[in-house]
């Protein structure tokens, strides 16, 4: 059991709505998304706010310590309790003394909202981090990808109640998808899914990476910063984030939808066996 759900907070609402369909109307039950600041505090000493799903709070806690470079290795984070405050939610993380040490360069002393990748961030030097480059990866055909993006809508079971999440997936080249984590923040989603697969012991080099959101900077950030060798987005990357993506070695795919998508680099991970050029 996720320990947030001990505190009573629940991931959605539900209310009665006017709901105006041309001219129509009706008034009707409908669910929605909770939004909780949601404070981390590395040994008695807060570091950053973020407004965040109240769900998988401790895979979010592991995420974000590992993608932001504040631990090394899973097993440094040493306690992890979540506490409900009058506001809010505060996440209390226990890890090595020298890893608190050297937070002091990392910046991050604001709040982060919901659709952000980068607040808090207080030199160009943390904010632009260059993750080392990737290792060789999997070998993806473009009919897994396919498939996916079919399987996708059925496993974001939030959003299926709230249409306001964002998901990020980790798929098995046999098995499909294996693990989803769904948030307000698309960041957020993805920091509790390598979270969840940090936990797990995953070999990130072994599988892929498919996010309802678009590919930002800091998506590929945090999907190298682990070892993930190939992220796909439903929506446009940025530049930056296909610079970064280019000089790590991370193949970039977006607009994947359907049968389309667009490589943006690194296409030898991907396996059209019935290309065509038109």
Same mark, same amino acid.
């Given at each position: 059991m996720d320990a947030i759900s001990e505190l009573g907070w629940t991931s959605y609402r539900k209310g009665q709505y006017d709901v105006w369909r041309g001219p129509s109307h009706q008034c009707k039950e409908d669910s929605v998304a909770e939004e909780v600041p949601v404070v981390l505090v590395y040994n008695g000493v807060p570091h950053v706010v973020m407004l965040t799903t109240p769900l998988n709070l401790e895979d979010f806690a592991l995420g974000f310590s590992l993608t932001e470079g504040i631990i090394q290795h899973p097993a440094e984070m040493q306690s992890v309790r979540v506490v409900q405050r009058s506001k809010g939610i505060e996440v209390r993380i226990g890890i090595p003394e020298q890893r608190c040490d050297s937070m002091h360069d990392k910046g991050r002393n604001m709040t982060g909202r919901t659709g952000c990748g980068l607040c808090g961030a207080t030199s160009l030097e943390q904010a632009i981090r260059r993750p080392k480059p990737v290792g060789a990866g999997l070998?993806?055909?473009?009919?897994?990808?396919?498939?996916?993006?079919?399987?996708?809508?059925?496993?974001?079971?939030?959003?299926?109640?709230? +249409?306001?999440?964002?998901? =990020? *997936?980790?798929?098995? $080249? @046999?098995?499909?998808?294996?693990?989803?984590? %769904?948030?307000? /923040?698309?960041?957020?989603?993805l920091d509790k899914l390598i979270g969840a697969l940090a936990k797990a012991n995953c070999n990130?080099?072994?599988?892929?990476?498919?996010?309802?959101?678009?590919?930002?900077?800091?998506?590929?950030?945090?999907?190298?910063?682990? +070892?993930?060798?190939?992220? =796909? *987005?439903?929506?446009? $990357? @940025?530049?930056?984030?296909?610079?970064?993506? %280019?000089?790590? /070695?991370?193949?970039l795919i977006g607009f994947a939808r359907n049968e389309n998508h667009v490589i943006y680099t690194h296409p030898h991970r991907l396996q059209h066996t019935q290309a065509s050029v038109a």
């Open positions: 070998t993806l055909d473009a009919e897994k990808l396919a498939q996916a993006l079919r399987d996708m809508p059925n496993k974001q079971t939030l959003n299926q109640k709230t +249409g306001a999440v964002h998901a =990020a *997936a980790w798929l098995d $080249p @046999t098995q499909g998808i294996t693990v989803v984590r %769904e948030d307000v /923040g698309r960041h957020n989603a990130f080099n072994e599988g892929w990476l498919l996010v309802t959101s678009r590919a930002s900077f800091e998506m590929v950030q945090k999907a190298a910063s682990v +070892g993930i060798t190939l992220l =796909a *987005a439903i929506s446009a $990357p @940025t530049g930056l984030a296909i610079q970064l993506a %280019e000089e790590c /070695g991370l193949t």
